[in-house]
């Protein structure tokens, strides 16, 4: 039993719950958002709906647990790589870590920059 209390003791708190789904739904309205002001009559009626509604949240559900798996894929590959060059943390791994989420960032982005081009494309 006190193994198991040790073991609970020694675990880091995290910064606290991760909202996913946010990013790619924000990259999608937004995507659509240009398509919508530069020609209204693409997404007047149920193309509109179809898109907005139904896309945004089958992008953040979808979207959102395949951005978090790669995230914390991507910063479980990041912890061991710099535990086995630097066993503290420091500017220059924070850096690190920064340019790391932000590559990942700017994929997601353009996955789904280009769904959301290709599903515009479709109900055209």
Known sequence: MGDAQRGEGSKEEGPGPEIVGVWPAAVWIIVGAGHYLSDPDHFAGWKGALYFVLGTGLVALVGGI???????TVAGIQERLLKEVRHRR?????????GLRGL???????????LALSVVALLG
């Open 66 to 72: 395949a951005s978090l798996s790669a995230r914390r």
């Open 90 to 98: 420091d500017l220059t791994t924070w850096a690190i870590a920064l």
């Open 104 to 114: 990942v960032g700017l994929g997601e982005a353009v996955l789904v920059t280009l």
